[in-house]
C-alpha cells in the first residue's frame, strides 16, 4: 500500500501547477489503482495439489495425452492423441489435461478451443515440442502452434517446457509466416504457472483479446540473434499480471501493444532482449490505446533497450498512466527511451502531423549502466508532445566510467525530483519546447486529452 500512498502525494504538490489544466483527471490515474485481476483464481483447494497423480482425489479426473495414443519419444507425430486428449478433458467437470513428466511430445498445430467445463487444468509436465523442419508446417495454417483460446477460470501448470524448435526459421526470410508456440486468446481468468518456453519460431507467449491473465514463475529463452521471438507479447487485454519471469530472447522480453490496460509486471529478469516495449502503436495511421502499466522491480542485462514506449509517426490513441519503479540496468544501450518516430520499414518513414498522445509516465528508482552515453531520451511528437513525464531518483553512469550520461529532449515536458542524472532539465525547457508548444496548439492539443478519453472508451466497448 505504501507506493499507493505516498507517490500521488508527492505528485500532487511538485505537479499541481502541471496537473491543473487536465484537473477533470484524478489524480489516482495516473497511479493505475489495485484493481482485483485475481477474479477469484486464488480460492482455496484450486491450486498446487498434486491430486492429478491420482484419480478420484478431490474429484480430479485426469486425461493424460498417454491414454488416447501419445508416445512421448520425440519422433512420433502425437497431434492427435493431444486433440482426442483435449476433447474429453475439456468436456468433463473437474479434469486435468495431463502431459506427463519425462515424456518428449512431438506436436503440430493445435487448437485447443474452449470452453471447457468447470474447473479445467492443464497440467504440463513433460516437454512439447514443435517439428524443427520448415516443410513440415502448413503454410496457410501460419502464426499459431499452441493456440487456448476460448477458456475461463483455466490453469495452465506443471514445470513442463514448450519448445519451439524454431532454429532452422531463425535463419529464413521474416516475409515467411512463421509460428507464435503459445497462445492465450479470448479468455478469462486463466492462471499460467512454472512452465519454460524456448526457441520459438516467433514470439514465444501471446496473451491477446483476455481479461485476468495471471502468469508466474514463467522462463523465457532463446539466443539474442534469433529474431522477432518477443518475450511475453500483450495485445488487447486488460487484468494481466506477470510476476517471476525470467526472459531472454532476441526481441522484446515484453511488449504490450493496442488495446492493452491495467498490466502489471512485477520481479521481471530481461536479457539477452530488446527490453520492455510499450509499442509500437500507431503504424499505418492507427488508433492505439494502452492505459494503464506498472512494472515494479526488474533487471535488465545487456539489452538494446530498458524501458521503451514506441509509436509511429501518424496514428492516434493514448499511452498514460505507466510506472516503472525499482529497476536495475547492466550495459543497456537506451535505458530510458520514448520514440515517437519509430520505423521498422526499409522506407524511411515520414514525420506527420499526428501521433499517439504520450503523457503520465513516471521513472521511480531507476538505477545502473548504460552502454551509450545517452542515458535518457524522449523523442517525442512534435504535433502531440508528451507531457507529465516524471522522474524521481534516477541515476545512470556509463557502463565504463569514461564519460558523464545525458538526455536528449524533443518536444517532452515534466519534472524529476530526487537525485536525477543525468539532469533531465530539458523537460522544463520552454525554449525547446516552444515551437512543439505553438504547433501543438495549432493542433488543438487542448482537447488531445478528452479526444483520447473517447477513444478509448469507444475501443473498450468493441
Ligand atoms: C501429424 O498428425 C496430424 C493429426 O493427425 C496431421 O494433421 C499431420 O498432418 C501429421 N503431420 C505429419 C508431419 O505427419
Ligand atoms: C501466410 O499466411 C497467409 C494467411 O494468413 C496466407 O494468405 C499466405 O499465403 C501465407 N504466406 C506464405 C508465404 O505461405
Ligand atoms: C497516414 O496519413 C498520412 C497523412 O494523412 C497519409 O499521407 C498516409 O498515406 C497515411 N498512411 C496510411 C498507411 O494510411
Ligand atoms: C558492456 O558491453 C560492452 C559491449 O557489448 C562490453 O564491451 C563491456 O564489457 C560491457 N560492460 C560490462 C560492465 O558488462
Ligand atoms: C522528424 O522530426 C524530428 C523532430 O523534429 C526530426 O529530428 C527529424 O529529423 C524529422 N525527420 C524527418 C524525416 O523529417
Known sequence: MERILHIPIVVFVLGASLFCRHNA????????????????????????????????????????????????????????????????????????????????????????????????????????????????????????????????????????????????????????????????????????????????????????????????????????????????????STGVVLQNCNIGTGDDCVSIVSGSSNIKMKNIICGPGHGISIGSLGKGNSTDTVIGVVLDTATLTGTTNGLRIKTWQGGSGAVRSVRYENVVMNNVSNPIIIDQFYCDSSNPCKNLTSAVKISQVMYRNIQGTSKTSQAIKFACSDAVPCSNIVLNDVNLLLHDGTAATTTSCNCAVGFDYGFVQPSVECLRSTTTNSQCQQQASQNGDDDTMEDNERAYSAHTEL
Open 25 to 236: 483527471i484524478p489524480n489516482e490515474l495516473f497511479m493505475p489503482g489495485e484493481i482485483d485481476v485475481w477474479g477469484g483464481l486464488e480460492e482455496e483447494g484450486f491450486f498446487d495439489h498434486p491430486w492429478w497423480r491420482s484419480e478420484g482425489v478431490d474429484g480430479r479426473r485426469p486425461v493424460s495425452v498417454d491414454g488416447f495414443g501419445a508416445v512421448g519419444d520425440g519422433v512420433t507425430n502425437d497431434t492427435q492423441a493431444f486433440v482426442d486428449a483435449w476433447n474429453k478433458a475439456c468436456s468433463m467437470k473437474n479434469a486435468v489435461f495431463l502431459v506427463p513428466e519425462g515424456g518428449r511430445y512431438l506436436v503440430k498445430a493445435v487448437r485447443f478451443n474452449g470452453p471447457c467445463a468447470d474447473n479445467l487444468i492443464i497440467q504440463i509436465s513433460g516437454t512439447i515440442v514443435a517439428p524443427d523442419e520448415p516443410k513440415d508446417w502448413d503454410p496457410k495454417l501460419p502464426r499459431l502452434w499452441l493456440s487456448f483460446s476460448g477458456l475461463n477460470g483455466v490453469k495452465i501448470q506443471g514445470g513442463g517446457t514448450i519448445d519451439g524448435s524454431g532454429t532452422k526459421w531463425w535463419a529464413s526470410s521474416c516475409k515467411i509466416n512463421k509460428t507464435n508456440a503459445l497462445t492465450i486468446d479470448k479468455s478469462s481468468a486463466v492462471k499460467i504457472q512454472d512452465l519454460t518456453i524456448q526457441n520459438s519460431q516467433q514470439m514465444h507467449f501471446t496473451i491477446s483479446r483476455s481479461d485476468t491473465v495471471r502468469v508466474s514463475n514463467v522462463l523465457i529463452a532463446s539466443p539474442a540473434n534469433s529474431p522477432n521471438t518477443d518475450g511475453i507479447h500483450i495485445s488487447g
